[in-house]
Nanobody, 121 residues
Framework: QVQLVESGGGLVQAGGSLRLSCAAS????????MGWYRQTPGNERELVAT???????NYAESVKGRFTISRENANERWFLQMNSLKPEDTAVYSC???????????????WGQGTQVTVSS
């Protein structure tokens, strides 16, 4: 059973930094893409950043130049370095993996449980 576990959330002052980590486990055959999403109460979950197994990245406009996504393919771990944090970055951040559990199974989306990031002004 595929599991994603996040760590690294917390409380930080505006202008500060946090680094989120996500570790995948549980019979993964191949991860094609990894990502981070965030959600605030009453709003839909939104994309923050994604990275493919080949290293191609994509960022939300609101975080470009401040956040960096990276990954360790061999260890099935990925990270989100968040710098110059703003109060509007406050949200529950969840990691995502687009993965196959076998060569003949279709890719599916898997999600972590979420970690709270709070940025105080």
């Amino acid at each position: 059973q595929v599991q994603l576990v996040e760590s690294g959330g917390g409380l930080v002052q505006a202008g500060g930094s946090l680094r989120l980590s996500c570790a995948a486990s549980g019979g993964i055959f191949r991860i094609s893409a990894m990502g981070w999403y965030r959600q605030t109460p009453g709003n839909e979950r939104e994309l923050v950043a994604t990275i493919t197994s080949g290293g191609d990245t994509n960022y939300a406009e609101s975080v470009k130049g401040r956040f960096t996504i990276s990954r360790e393919n061999a260890n099935e771990r990925w990270f989100l370095q968040m710098n110059s944090l703003k109060p509007e970055d406050t949200a529950v951040y969840s990691c995502n993996a687009r993965a196959r559990v076998a060569w003949n199974r279709p890719a599916e989306d898997y999600w972590g449980q979420g970690t709270q990031v709070t940025v105080s002004s």
